[in-house]
């Protein structure tokens, strides 16, 4: 099998809150459904996780018109509870996501593989939004 140049898309954001609490928000599905999406009209009606090495996690996304939407999932590759996860999505594109503790804050920088749909730009535009989301679910949930 050739081996491809893949690449690789970084966005990230600083949460005012402590690790536990963004680790938490960031796995949790009762959490995920709250804040994963790119823009208002799009939600995620439903979200699965089974978070550890081997363990499998599926994300609804959907147009909140009901025109279009997708599931998003993919299998754990790797699990450092507060720290780190790894995953491979059910493309094949790997994903990296390290939770830096910075005092009462947390860093979350997210890297990974682009596809070849759509441009690099569109990519890191959306998963930065959501990872902005994020930001704004997490710390309005109080610390």
């Known amino acids: 099998m050739a081996t491809q140049n893949k690449t690789t898309i970084t966005v990230e954001n600083t949460i005012n ?8 928000c960031w796995t949790k599905p009762e959490h995920i459904i709250q804040w994963n999406n790119a823009s208002d009209d799009w939600h995620t009606p439903r979200a699965e996780n089974d978070l550890r090495a081997g ?12 025109s279009m ?11 450092t509870l507060n720290e780190y996860i790894e995953y491979t999505l059910g493309d094949g594109r790997k994903v990296k ?30 998963w930065q939004a959501i990872l902005d989301n994020f ?6 949930t109080g610390n």
């Open 97 to 126: 996501i390290i939770f830096s503790t910075q005092g009462k804050q947390t860093k979350i920088t997210e890297s990974f593989e682009a596809e070849d749909t759509h441009s690099v730009e569109m990519q890191q535009g959306g």
């Open 135 to 140: 930001k704004k679910y997490t710390e309005a």
């Open 17 to 24: 809150a402590p690790v536990e609490k963004v680790w938490e």
């Open 69 to 79: 939407g997708f599931d998003f999932g993919g299998v754990y590759d790797a699990v």
């Open 55 to 66: 363990g499998s996690f599926t994300s609804r996304m959907e147009a909140k018109d009901g």
